[in-house]
């Protein structure tokens, strides 16, 4: 079992900055395939970027150069630095674990971009 915990989310103008984090249980961290995924109102839940345990990053095309994915293996944590960030950006995102073939989300954390 995989728990995750995301922090880091809040309330930012249009072309702020947040930054947030996951942290995961379990030994085997290394060896996860992490992302991010969000929600906003009304939508389906989408892919905002994922990272592998080799550390191979994918992005969203809405996120791409404004977005960036990293993990630390040492601290069992990934992160997601949201750069210039738009209203639409506006969504509930949540820090997803595949492991031995095995789903993982955690409880989500809000990101509200406006002035």
């Known amino acids: 079992q995989v728990q995750l915990v995301e922090s880091g989310g809040g309330l930012v103008q249009p072309g702020g900055s947040l930054r947030l984090s996951c942290a995961a249980s379990?030994?085997?961290?290394?060896?996860?395939?992490m992302g991010w995924y969000r929600q906003a109102p009304g939508k389906e839940r989408e892919l905002v970027a994922t990272i592998t345990f080799a550390a191979s990053t994918n992005y969203a095309d809405s996120v791409k150069g404004r977005f960036t994915i990293s993990r630390d293996n040492a601290q069992n944590r990934m992160y997601l630095q949201m750069n210039s960030l738009k209203p639409e950006d506006t969504a509930v995102y949540y820090c997803?674990?595949?492991?031995?073939?095995?789903?993982?989300w955690g409880q989500g954390t809000q990101v509200t971009v406006s002035s």
């Open positions: 379990g030994s085997m961290f290394r060896f996860y395939n």
């Open positions: 997803n674990v595949v492991f031995t073939s095995k789903n993982y």
